[in-house]
């Protein structure tokens, strides 16, 4: 199972070590996406789906839309990581009246009835955030997981997931992960 521990761990393993040392500890992290833990096998490929539309990987998207579906995630499933998907991809910069009518409207979305559970929707949103590296999303959709139930560790699995896809850029996002996981009050919009 991943936990915070194991990620800080390996952080900071990585800042002793050289650039061999640090790769190999990226590929540590990045075997834990296919490893059993807190979020089941078949969210952590509509993680990886969500990801790999963002990133307009064709070849990704293919293989883990199949994947999906082989550990029994339907049509409705996959319609929705794309929904999901565009609608980050809709998104404006973090702050202003824009960010917030469209957080209210992904509220909604969320809230929405779907064939996937709200909490894991946050966390494909979170993957979505990582590789994009937005922290005003990082922010929203860890702190929105939480609200809706995640645990911690749930939501610090989607960083390896993150990492698989998107290397080293997506390891940078780490420190506003935990930020937005470490903040003293949650305040979500309602």
Same mark, same amino acid.
């Given at each position: 199972m991943s936990s915070p521990d194991t990620f800080k761990h390996s952080l900071s393993r990585a800042r002793e070590y050289g650039l061999e040392e640090f790769l190999e500890i990226i590929g540590e992290l990045s075997q834990e996406s296919t490893k059993k833990g807190r979020i089941d096998r078949a969210s952590k490929e509509l993680i990886t789906l969500g990801?790999? %539309?963002?990133?307009?990987?064709?070849?990704?998207?293919?293989?883990? +839309?199949?994947?999906?579906?082989r550990l029994g995630a339907g049509d409705g499933e996959l319609s929705q990581v794309r929904k999901i998907a565009l609608f %980050?991809?809709? +998104?404006p910069s973090g702050g202003g009246e824009m960010w917030e009518s469209w957080e209210d409207s992904w509220r909604e979305y969320v809230l929405g009835r779907g064939p996937i559970e709200h909490h894991v929707r946050e966390l494909i949103a979170l993957g979505i955030a990582l590789v994009e590296q937005r922290r005003e999303h990082i922010r929203l959709h860890a702190r929105s997981a939480l609200e809706f139930g995640a645990p911690p560790e749930e939501i610090?699995?989607?960083? @390896?997931i993150a990492l698989l896809m998107d290397?080293? @850029?997506?390891?940078?996002?780490?420190?506003?992960?935990?930020?937005? %996981?470490?903040?003293?009050? %949650?305040?979500?919009?309602?």
């Amino acid at each position: 199972m991943s936990s915070p521990d194991t990620f800080k761990h390996s952080l900071s393993r990585a800042r002793e070590y050289g650039l061999e040392e640090f790769l190999e500890i990226i590929g540590e992290l990045s075997q834990e996406s296919t490893k059993k833990g807190r979020i089941d096998r078949a969210s952590k490929e509509l993680i990886t789906l969500g990801i790999a %539309l963002a990133k307009q990987c064709r070849r990704c998207i293919d293989i883990h +839309s199949d994947a999906a579906q082989r550990l029994g995630a339907g049509d409705g499933e996959l319609s929705q990581v794309r929904k999901i998907a565009l609608f %980050l991809k809709a +998104s404006p910069s973090g702050g202003g009246e824009m960010w917030e009518s469209w957080e209210d409207s992904w509220r909604e979305y969320v809230l929405g009835r779907g064939p996937i559970e709200h909490h894991v929707r946050e966390l494909i949103a979170l993957g979505i955030a990582l590789v994009e590296q937005r922290r005003e999303h990082i922010r929203l959709h860890a702190r929105s997981a939480l609200e809706f139930g995640a645990p911690p560790e749930e939501i610090f699995e989607v960083m @390896p997931i993150a990492l698989l896809m998107d290397g080293a @850029p997506a390891l940078s996002q780490i420190p506003h992960l935990v930020e937005a %996981l470490e903040a003293p009050t %949650l305040q979500l919009s309602a």
